[in-house]
């Protein structure tokens, strides 16, 4: 028997129009041959409440949610995976038997991707430049996955002093936070540097964060969240010192592909995922 309706999925977000994740999804749910789709709707602040309502009534496996409801959706939530619960933030949401369960995959994603390079995270210094929502998930899962020290540097004192204590109190990582005063110095301890920025996201491809280039050296591994354009000139600096690099596409791809396997309880084909965002960007 043919069956007429999809599963859905999607993104909740104000602005969403220029959130690339349904490509992603869209790509491998069909190379799956899964009669699903992801819907990217604008949601205002002031509804998140009634969408919330909605993925229960519409029965949908899920929803992605971007600025400004990754904290405001926790109210509306039945239950927080151990990570999320600490971030204190929600990008993704599980719906089953009528219960959302939220997680976090922002994070996850960027350790995924960055394990992917071959790169290992057990008794490494990570410094992470930001305390904004992505630093703040990258920082906490960076420490689960055993980083002996995260430095955080941040122009904003309060957040990033919260962000440093955060993770001494909730994870068994140590950090400290840096005052990010111009041109800083990245830490010589540091193993692994990450932009948690959104600095030189297009259309502001031609700024770069504003450290000491100098200071960064061939024996680190330098990443950055951005993926459009994938290579930064955050990236393309550090490379010129010889330093290893990380891009923001396989951050993103890997988030989408945990998002898949959360909703679809299959796992994602990756390769045809990545292949969708290089030619979206």
């Known amino acids: 028997m043919k069956n007429y309706r999809a599963e859905l999925t999607g993104v909740f977000g104000d602005p969403v129009d220029d959130n690339p994740t349904g490509v992603v999804e869209e790509a491998a749910f069909a190379a799956k041959n899964l009669n699903y789709r992801y819907l990217t709707i604008k949601v205002r602040p002031e509804d998140l409440e009634t969408a919330m309502n909605s993925v229960r009534i519409f029965d949908m496996r899920g929803i992605n949610l971007t600025m400004p409801h990754k904290i405001k959706v926790i109210p509306y939530l039945d239950e927080l995976s151990p990570a999320a619960e600490i971030i204190g933030a929600v990008n993704t949401v599980i719906q089953k038997d009528g219960r959302l369960y939220g997680e976090n995959t922002d994070g996850k994603g960027f350790v995924t991707a960055l ?148 909703w679809t309880g299959e796992e994602a084909p990756v390769e045809v995922m990545e292949e969708a965002l290089r030619k979206e960007f």
């Open 115 to 262: 394990k992917a390079s071959g790169e290992t995270l057990e008794n490494k210094t990570v410094t992470i430049l930001g305390a904004g929502g992505a630093a703040r998930a990258i920082a906490v899962e960076c420490a689960l996955n055993g980083a002996r020290q995260i430095h955080i540097i941040n122009r904003s004192q309060e957040k990033g002093m919260e962000l440093a204590a955060l993770i001494r109190s909730r994870t068994k990582s140590d950090s400290a936070y840096i005052p990010w005063t111009r041109n800083i110095v990245i830490p010589e301890d540091t193993d692994i540097l990450i932009n948690g920025t959104s600095i030189g996201f297009s259309p502001n491809v031609t700024e770069k964060p504003d450290v000491d280039y100098t200071s960064i050296r061939p024996n680190m591994c330098v990443c950055d969240v951005i993926f459009n354009p994938c290579d930064t000139l955050f990236l393309k600096a550090a490379q010129k010192n010889g330093a290893k690099t990380v891009n923001g596409l396989g951050m993103l791809v890997q988030q989408a592909a945990l998002n898949f396997t959360l």
